[in-house]
């Protein structure tokens, strides 16, 4: 039996558990599947005493009267990735866990006749053997992931959502329409019945020189030639993403939707709550910014104002140099799961591409800063915009200048709330930027 009674003392001590520090009411087990002798995969839903609303999530519990993740067990980690590689069905007690492979194109050089095989051809998930070996990552914050056999990585997603996870989503439609800048998309495991969420994703393993956030900010520090230049590459790869994205005027999960006025009107009436929450959330930290308010308004009335002028697209949606990787000298993308203290509709939403422009361009904001190179900035983001317009094409259209500049000041007002809840030694970065904005 589950101990419930000790659940809310375990969960608060949990990395991936996102009510720390919330009063929890109860928790209550929703699902559960005892997948080996060693492994019970259990599904909990927490309520909280303070309004915030339920939150499901999934434990992988060692079997037994003690609360113990199963995740220090070569075996039952395999187990689970066994699933996917063999596509089982597994009955649970309220429902079902599939496995699912997305992995049937054969490699290239397999024959003619081998191309139209329905077979799963030379596939990572089969080469890497029935034991491969296991390592388990330890940077994760909102969710679990291990290595097999340094070539396939397995994502267990702790936080359920109602519906198809974006990393899956996002993932399969790349994969699909050709968009090679990001890990392949291998499988994904998927609970129906009492849940119906994504648990888990595999995909192509990359070995990496660095994740962008380092690289950049080395390059900054050292001052490295070419730094610029990469980064106009790195423009170049998302635009190419976003054309991407935009390719399929088929799929009513991606096809793109023209901006519309009553779009920017909305935008500017929700910046305007933005700024008062923001205002409000700062005023020991930073109260000068209360008599900044009336110009930042200004900027935000523009908006409303603006002649609609390109397209709503699926987007990334957590865009930063922490998202992307240098590998064999060229910038991939990943993490395409989007923002998880949203809840999935709105990751799903469609919105301007420049939205994702704006969330680097503050990237490079933060990491000018850090390095103490603010010279660095301008050039940054001038040669990502060249590298961005250059292959975005048509989602690039001319006079978006207003725009942009609405999606930098709502990023920074979400900074600035992010810091002085998480990293006050941090608030001074856009508290800086957005007192400027104002002047």
């Known amino acids: 039996m589950l101990d419930l009674e000790a659940l809310p003392a375990f969960l608060q001590e949990r990395r991936w558990f996102g009510g720390k520090g919330e009063p929890i009411a109860a928790v209550r087990a929703v699902d559960d599947l005892l997948l080996l002798p060693g492994l019970r995969v259990v599904i909990i839903e927490v309520s909280y005493r303070g309004g915030r609303a339920p939150e499901r999530y999934l434990l992988p519990l060692v079997p037994g009267p003690r609360l113990e993740?199963?995740?220090?067990?070569?075996?039952a980690l395999r187990a689970l990735l066994d699933i996917i590689r063999g596509q089982r069905?597994?009955?649970?007690?309220?429902?079902?866990?599939?496995?699912?492979?997305?992995?049937?194109?054969?490699?290239?050089?397999t024959s003619s006749a081998a191309k139209s095989s329905p077979l799963k051809?030379?596939?990572?998930?089969?080469?890497?053997?029935?034991?491969?070996?296991?390592?388990?990552?330890?940077?994760?914050?909102?969710?679990?992931?291990?290595?097999?056999?340094e070539s396939v990585i397995l994502k267990l997603i702790r936080k359920l959502e109602p519906g198809v996870n974006p990393?899956?989503?996002?993932?399969?439609?790349?994969?699909?329409?050709?968009?090679?800048?990001?890990?392949?998309?291998?499988?994904?495991?998927s609970l129906s019945g009492a849940v119906d969420a994504t648990v888990a994703v595999a995909h192509r393993f990359v070995q990496v020189e660095s994740d962008g956030w380092s690289h950049v900010l080395e390059a900054f520090r050292r001052s490295t030639p070419g730094i610029f230049e990469e980064l106009r590459q790195l423009g170049a790869r998302i635009g190419e993403m976003h054309a991407a994205l935009a390719s399929d005027p088929a799929d009513p999960a991606f096809a793109p939707e023209e901006l519309r006025r009553e779009d920017l009107e909305r935008f500017a009436a929700t910046l305007l709550l933005e700024l008062d929450r923001t205002i409000a959330a700062a005023a020991a930290a930073v109260p000068e910014l209360a008599s900044r308010r009336a110009p930042l308004e200004a900027r935000i009335q523009r908006v409303a104002k603006l002649l609609p002028s390109g397209v709503r697209i699926r987007?990334?949606?957590?865009?930063?140099?922490?998202?992307?990787?240098?590998?064999?000298?060229?910038?991939?993308?990943?993490?395409?799961?989007?923002?998880?203290?949203?809840?999935?509709?709105?990751?799903?939403?469609?919105?301007?591409?420049?939205?994702?422009?704006a969330g680097m361009l503050r990237s490079f904001s933060y990491a000018a800063v850090t390095a103490g190179t603010p010279q660095h900035l301008a050039p940054a983001r001038q040669a990502f915009l060249e590298g961005w317009r250059g292959a975005a094409g048509q989602l690039a259209p001319e006079g978006t200048e207003v725009l942009l500049e609405?999606?930098?000041?709502?990023?920074?007002?979400?900074?600035?709330?992010?810091?002085?809840?998480?990293?006050?030694?941090?608030?001074?970065?856009?508290?800086?930027?957005?007192?400027?904005l104002a002047s």
């Open 406 to 436: 609405s999606l930098l000041l709502e990023k920074l007002l979400y900074e600035l709330r992010y810091e002085l809840g998480h990293r006050p030694a941090w608030v001074k970065i856009p508290a800086h930027d957005l007192l400027a």
């Open 315 to 357: 987007q990334h949606g957590d865009l930063h140099l922490g998202q992307v990787l240098r590998s064999d000298r060229q910038w991939m993308v990943f993490d395409f799961e989007g923002e998880p203290a949203r809840p999935v509709p709105e990751r799903r939403a469609k919105s301007t591409p420049l939205k994702d422009v």
């Open 167 to 189: 990393e899956l989503e996002m993932g399969a439609f790349l994969a699909r329409c050709g968009f090679r800048a990001t890990p392949p998309l291998l499988g994904s495991l």
């Open 121 to 149: 051809l030379n596939s990572l998930l089969d080469s890497i053997g029935p034991e491969p070996a296991v390592r388990r990552l330890s940077a994760e914050q909102s969710n679990t992931s291990i290595v097999f056999g």
């Open 69 to 75: 993740e199963a995740l220090a067990d070569d075996g």
């Open 89 to 109: 069905v597994l009955p649970t007690s309220a429902g079902t866990l599939r496995g699912e492979r997305v992995d049937a194109t054969p490699l290239r050089g």
